[in-house]
């Protein structure tokens, strides 16, 4: 089971490079139209301030348990100085956020009523990264980048990434054993030639490709490994998931979406990124990575803008996906209970003794469910040659957060019950 490789985790470095972005989301309600145009009126409540890009990229992986440092640029703005205090507040390195005279900082600002957005107002001007400060970004990263497990490219078209530098961090990355995984931008996918992954969207990969949409996704695959010196393309297809590629083996690997409803879409490609670089740096095989990735960016389009996502948050609905996940045995790591728990009491409910659903089992799951009242309902069993189908029965049964297949409850994190 995937649960069994979440004791595995620890607290990776990770570094962040790439276009760094201010968003802003104003909140309110619509109540009225407005008598000098036929445009409805916002009655503002609430204003946040958040960090996007690979701000947002950052966050994630902090959120998810990385140490993670920053490499990029913002203006000498206030947009820029609040962006710096926002990820610092979050204990992200950002000595390497460089100031670059002339330049302003990328602001988006959201306008939504009762979740939905009524539109944007985008502040920028691409602006390409001055010469000077490029060679002493690239000086700052000759100093770091060995200190780092994975590095995540994220870039957003700002001009930040111009082809120098990033041959630069490719090479120097190459050399020093470092795998980078980017989510790329436009439709010259060459200049990323060293990557160990990249990963564009389905739009992405066939603008780069210069195909249509009716070409299979393993044309496109083909002719982009044919365009740019990568070892892995992973395209993301929305509804239809993820579609990973090697170098060496064409063969298409497909990962179907974790359906879910569709609130807002921001940011869930950064969360994706955020989600393979810090699972990979765990030397979690790809297979593992992109399913729980897959699950990550399923979180984020439920949350309005851009949300960082919990380990919590990924062990909860791997639950909601395969009741199996419900179930530690004797061999399986608590580390994956713990982060599903996040902190929830428990009511546990003993069931040792019984090998099937009866009336009897069935009112005591029932009544166990009824007084729980907020805690998470564990049932405890001891495993037998006789009762294994009986415990997955119990897991498929919604009533029943956990079910503990040991012979005792005498660990760490039950010393609560």
Known sequence: MLTEFFGKITSVKVLVIGDFLFDVYTLGKVERISPEA???VLLVSEVNELPGGAGNVALNLQSLGAEVSVIGRVGKDRAGERLK??????????????????????????FLADGQQLMR?????????????????????ETQIRAFDIVA???????????????????????????????PKGADFSKYAGA???????????????????REVEDVAD?????????????????????????????????PAVKKEVVDVTGAGDTALAALAFFLANDFSFDHAIKLANIASGLAIQKVGCR?????????AMLEIDPINKIFWENTNIFFLERALDDAEIFVLDLNGYQDISMEVYHLIKEAFSLKNKKKLLVHITPTDTNKDFIHLLASMHEIDFIFARKDLSIPILTTI
Do not use: C, W
Not at 121 to 141: N, P, Q, S
Not at 308 to 316: F, G, H, M, N, T
């Open 153 to 183: 490219l994220s870039d957003y078209g700002k001009g930040f990434l111009t082809n120098t530098l990033l041959q630069k961090i490719l090479d120097l990355a190459k050399k020093e054993g470092k795998r980078v995984i980017v989510d």
């Open 223 to 255: 002719k982009l490994f044919e365009l740019v010196d990568v070892d892995y393309l992973l395209i993301t297809r929305s509804d239809k998931g993820m579609a990973l590629f090697s170098k060496d083996n064409r063969a298409v690997r497909n990962y």
């Open 196 to 214: 160990y992954l990249i990963k564009p969207n389905n739009k992405e990969a066939y603008a780069a490709a210069q195909m249509k949409g009716e």
């Open 308 to 316: 960082a996502i919990k380990l919590s948050e990924i062990a909860k």
């Open 121 to 141: 107002t985008d502040y920028e001007i691409v602006t390409k990264l001055d010469g000077k400060l490029e060679h002493e970004i690239f000086l700052y990263l």
């Open 38 to 40: 036929p445009v409805p």
């Open 85 to 110: 205090e926002l990820l610092e507040e979050e204990g992200i390195d950002i000595k390497g956020l460089f100031a670059q005279i002339g330049f302003q900082t990328p602001l988006k600002n959201r």
